[in-house]
């Protein structure tokens, strides 16, 4: 669901441009953060006829309270980006550097996605309207190794949250990954259900034998710190 390939990706060129995305920079970088608030403001407005102008309507003019909806209740829960990723995310959108062996270094050492060479499952979303699958397919191109690539039904969320029982879920599979998106989509096989029970299949040849679960956490080594969901998730 991340997009690697961001040329023509449908947001950043579509919205912003190079003295955009400097300005966007330099306001972060004053603060220190990204507020979280703005970073969900810009994920609204990349759908907003159903992140918008729908609770406008209903909500705003009508005065309509919104169903509940456990996802856009996640979605709200919003968390604020250093300063210093910000930039980071502004700068590979806007350069493509990882689709271009060795112009992106981190901590010193070149990147080339293409010397990755264990195999890879990738997973896009037919109706994402945050990262394109087709530009997520270009995506899976990118690596060395042996990719699988599926396409899932749904947006960007929906997409990986589809466990098991789903009636409405199916997704696209097709091991030729040499041609463009839509010829790709053109070849695909339909599989009726979740994704996830293919990737648990895909996981099971790729793993050894299978062991036991431990009976009690921790180990000789690292003892167990708190209980389950741990201290950090009470700091404010």
Same mark, same amino acid.
């Given at each position: 669901?991340? /997009?690697?390939?961001?040329?023509? #990706?449908?947001?950043? %060129? #579509?919205?912003?441009?190079?003295? !955009?995305?400097?300005?966007?920079?330099?306001?972060?970088?004053?603060?220190?953060?990204?507020?979280?608030?703005?970073?969900?403001? /810009?994920?609204?407005?990349?759908?907003?006829?159903?992140?918008? +102008?729908?609770? +406008?309507?209903?909500?705003?003019?009508?005065?309509? *309270?919104?169903?509940?909806?456990?996802?856009?209740?996640?979605?709200?829960?919003?968390?604020?980006?250093?300063? #210093?990723?910000?930039?980071?995310?502004?700068?590979?959108?806007? &350069?493509?550097?990882?689709? *271009?062996?060795? &112009?992106?270094?981190?901590?010193?050492?070149?990147?080339?996605?293409? #010397?990755?060479?264990?195999? %890879?499952?990738?997973?896009?979303?037919?109706?994402?309207?945050?990262?394109?699958?087709?530009?997520?397919? *270009?995506?899976?191109? !990118?690596?060395?190794?042996?990719?699988?690539?599926?396409?899932?039904?749904?947006?960007?969320?929906?997409?990986?949250?589809?466990?098991?029982?789903?009636?409405?879920? %199916?997704?696209?599979?097709?091991?030729? !990954?040499?041609?463009?998106? &839509?010829? +790709?989509?053109?070849?695909?096989?339909?599989?009726?259900?979740?994704? +996830?029970?293919?990737?648990?299949?895909?996981?099971?040849? *790729? %793993?050894?034998?299978? $062991?036991?679960?431990?009976?009690?956490?921790?180990?000789? $080594?690292?003892?167990?710190?708190?209980?389950?969901?741990?201290?950090?998730?009470?700091?404010?």
């Amino acid at each position: 669901m991340t /997009v690697i390939d961001n040329h023509d #990706a449908g947001s950043v %060129s #579509a919205l912003v441009d190079e003295q !955009l995305a400097g300005r966007a920079k330099a306001k972060s970088a004053r603060k220190g953060y990204l507020d979280g608030r703005a970073l969900a403001e /810009v994920f609204a407005w990349l759908r907003p006829r159903d992140l918008v +102008w729908n609770y +406008w309507v209903n909500n705003y003019l009508l005065g309509k *309270r919104p169903p509940a909806f456990d996802i856009l209740f996640w979605n709200s829960d919003t968390t604020r980006m250093t300063a #210093a990723l910000h930039a980071d995310f502004v700068d590979l959108a806007m &350069e493509n550097l990882l689709t *271009r062996p060795g &112009e992106l270094t981190v901590l010193g050492v070149p990147i080339d996605l293409g #010397a990755v060479t264990v195999d %890879s499952y990738l997973v896009a979303g037919m109706a994402d309207h945050i990262t394109p699958w087709e530009s997520c397919y *270009r995506s899976a191109q !990118l690596f060395g190794g042996t990719t699988r690539f599926v396409l899932s039904t749904s947006g960007h969320i929906a997409a990986l949250v589809n466990p098991p029982g789903n009636a409405k879920a %199916s997704f696209h599979t097709n091991d030729d !990954l040499a041609a463009d998106a &839509e010829a +790709w989509l053109d070849g695909t096989e339909v599989h009726p259900g979740t994704w +996830w029970t293919d990737l648990g299949l895909w996981l099971d040849e *790729r %793993s050894g034998a299978q $062991r036991p679960a431990p009976q009690t956490l921790g180990s000789h $080594r690292l003892s167990v710190l708190a209980e389950a969901p741990g201290t950090y998730v009470l700091d404010k």
